[in-house]
């Protein structure tokens, strides 16, 4: 089973930009549906981006939508997601996955919190 760990949290100011990765191990990620979900406080996870890799077909979460960009590089078995124009709304801890489907991720990575400040 596939293993992750992410990293590249961090805090910024609005306007900013951020770079999660998501190191995999274990078994390569291209075999999977891979994406992202954020879970904020007082709010439930929510899914930001899905990556159907055979098939090169990304989705977004219409809240980050043109302002998000997952991606993947089989080489070094990473996934990223880059994070420009951060908006305070954008805190929340961060979370790779991959699984059988978007609707369905069977494994997670234990999280990056990003805080975004006004």
């Known amino acids: 089973q596939v293993h992750l760990v992410e990293s590249g949290g961090g805090s910024l100011q609005a306007g900013g930009s951020l770079k999660l990765s998501c190191a995999a191990s274990?078994?390569?990620?291209?075999?999977?549906?891979t994406g992202w979900s954020r879970h904020a406080l007082v709010k439930e996870r929510e899914g930001v981006a899905c990556f159907y890799t055979r098939a090169g077909v990304m989705y977004y979460d219409d809240s980050v939508k043109g302002r998000f960009t997952i991606s993947q590089d089989n080489a070094t078995n990473t996934m990223y997601l880059q994070m420009n124009s951060l908006k305070p709304e954008d805190t929340a801890m961060y979370y790779c996955?991959?699984?059988?489907?978007?609707?369905?991720?069977?494994?997670w990575g234990q999280g990056t919190q990003v805080t975004v400040s006004s």
């Open positions: 274990g078994h390569t990620v291209n075999t999977y549906v």
């Open positions: 996955a991959a699984g059988g489907s978007c609707y369905d991720f069977g494994v």
